[in-house]
C-alpha cells in the first residue's frame, strides 16, 4: 500500500471538515478511522495522520484527505452536508487556478513554492535529528516491539531519567495525575501499552501491570519531547 505525497495533493484537513458540517471532530475522525479499514482491505493509500496544537498546547490528531478520500467520507453523510464540502473543494480548486498574465498571483504561487519547499527540508531534517539511530533502537525493543518508559528515554537521548519521565507524562496530562498509567485516549492511540508482568518480590510471584511505548509512541514522544533532548554529540 503506497503512502501518499501530501507535498504534491491538495488536501482538506479534518477540522475543516467538522466545521463545515457542524460535526465533532471526534465524530468526525471516528468516520476516517472506519474508512482507512476499508482502504487498508482494499490496497488503497491510507488517509493520513497528522496532529495540530490545541488551545492548551497540546497536539491533538487530525487527518488530511485528497478529494477523493473526502467524497469516500461523505458518502455516509447527508446531502446538505456533502453540499458543503463539494462547495469547498470547488473553492479550493479555484483559488489554485492561477492567471500567468496576474504578475502578483505568479509572484504569491512561487513564494508559496519557495516557502513549501523550506518548510519540507526543515520536516527532513527534523525527521533526521528525532529519528533514533536504528542500532540503539534495536538494542532497546522487546520481542513485541515495544520500550518500557525508562529505555524510551536512552533512546530518545532526554535529559530525563525514568522517574522523572513519568512525572512529566503526568504533568503534561498524558498519565493518570496519582498514577504511572497513560490517559485512556493515548492507549487509543496506540502510543501505549499496559501488560500485566509477573515480578519476584521476597521470593513470591507478585503481578503488576507496565507501561510500554509503540513505535507509533515513540515518534510522537520524540515531537512533543524535544525540549528535553540531550544536544547532539559534536566531533
Known amino acids: 500500500m503506497e503512502e501518499l505525497d501530501l507535498y504534491n495533493v491538495q488536501t482538506m484537513s479534518s477540522r475543516e471538515i467538522a466545521e463545515l458540517t457542524g460535526k465533532n471532530h ?6 476516517i478511522r472506519k474508512l482507512n479499514e476499508s482502504y487498508i482491505k482494499l490496497r488503497l493509500s491510507k488517509v493520513a495522520e497528522s496532529s ?9 490528531p487530525m487527518f488530511e484527505l ?25 473553492e479550493l480548486e479555484n483559488k489554485h487556478t492561477l492567471d500567468f498574465t496576474d504578475a502578483n498571483a505568479v509572484l504569491q504561487l512561487a513564494q508559496n513554492w519557495a516557502e513549501e519547499q523550506n518548510r519540507r527540508k526543515e520536516l527532513e531534517i527534523q525527521n533526521k535529528e528525532l529519528k533514533p539511530k536504528a542500532d540503539e533502537y534495536d538494542r532497546f525493543l522487546n520481542s513485541e516491539g515495544l520500550l518500557d518508559i525508562g529505555e ?6 532526554l535529559t530525563l531519567g525514568r522517574n522523572n519521565l513519568f512525572k512529566l507524562l ?8 496519582n498514577r ?7 492507549v487509543d492511540r496506540e502510543y501505549f501499552v499496559v501488560k500485566p508482568i509477573v515480578i519476584q518480590i521476597n521470593g513470591k510471584d507478585v503481578s503488576k501491570l507496565k507501561v510500554f511505548v509503540t513505535k507509533k509512541g515513540l515518534k510522537w514522544l ?14
Not at 446538505?80 to 462547495?87: D, S
Open 26 to 31: 471526534a465524530d468526525v475522525i471516528r468516520d
Open 52 to 60: 495540530y496544537l490545541n488551545s492548551q498546547n497540546k497536539l491533538q
Open 66 to 90: 485528497t478529494k477523493i478520500q473526502t467524497f469516500d467520507l461523505m458518502t455516509g453523510y447527508n446531502t446538505e452536508l456533502r453540499i458543503k464540502v463539494n462547495r469547498r473543494w470547488e
Open 152 to 157: 524510551t528515554a536512552k533512546v530518545l537521548r
Open 170 to 177: 503526568r504533568d503534561k496530562g498524558i498519565f493518570f495525575k
Open 180 to 186: 504511572n498509567e497513560p490517559m485512556q485516549e493515548y
Open 222 to 235: 520524540s515531537k512533543i519531547l524535544i525540549n528535553y533532548k540531550k544536544p547532539p554529540i559534536l566531533f
